[in-house]
Nanobody, 121 residues
Framework: QVQLVESGGGLVHAGGSLRLSCAAS????????MAWFRQAPGKEREFVAA??????YYADSVKGRFTISRDNARNTVYLQMNSLKPEDTAVYYC????????????????WGQGTQVTVSS
C-alpha cells in the first residue's frame, strides 16, 4: 500500500514558478514509477510528466517549462514548474504504480488528493 500526499500548490502570476512535492509512504518507493497529472475545471484529467527507471516523460504542453525529479531517500517526487501560464491552472495529482505504461496512462494504482495551482494573467 502506498499513500501519496501532494503539496506546494498556490496562486502565482503568469511567468512565475512553483515546485510541487508528492510525499509517498512505504519502504519500496524506488520500485514505483511516479507521474503527475492535472485536471482543470470542466476538462478531463491529463498527463503532465512521469519518471521511472527508464527515464522521464513530459506532455508536449509542458516540455521545456516543467521538470520532474525524485529523491528516493526522501520518498518524494517533485514537479518544478517554470514560466507558468494561465492554462496551467488545475488541480495537480501525483500517481504511483510499479508499471510504467500504466502510470503514464493514468491507470496507476495509487493517487494523491491533489493540490491546486492557479496562475493569474
Amino acid at each position: 500500500q502506498v499513500q501519496l500526499v501532494e503539496s506546494g500548490g498556490g496562486l502565482v502570476h503568469a511567468g512565475g514558478s512553483l515546485r510541487l512535492s508528492c510525499a509517498a509512504s512505504g519502504r519500496t518507493f524506488s520500485n514505483y514509477a511516479m507521474a503527475w497529472f492535472r485536471q482543470a475545471p470542466g476538462k478531463e484529467r491529463e498527463f503532465v510528466a512521469a519518471i521511472s527507471w527508464s527515464g522521464k516523460y513530459y506532455a508536449d504542453s509542458v516540455k521545456g517549462r516543467f521538470t520532474i525529479s525524485r529523491d528516493n531517500a526522501r520518498n518524494t517526487v517533485y514537479l518544478q514548474m517554470n514560466s507558468l501560464k494561465p492554462e496551467d491552472t488545475a488541480v495537480y495529482y501525483c500517481a504511483a504504480d510499479r508499471n510504467v505504461p500504466r502510470v503514464r496512462a493514468g491507470s496507476g494504482d495509487y493517487w494523491g488528493q491533489g493540490t491546486q495551482v492557479t496562475v493569474s494573467s
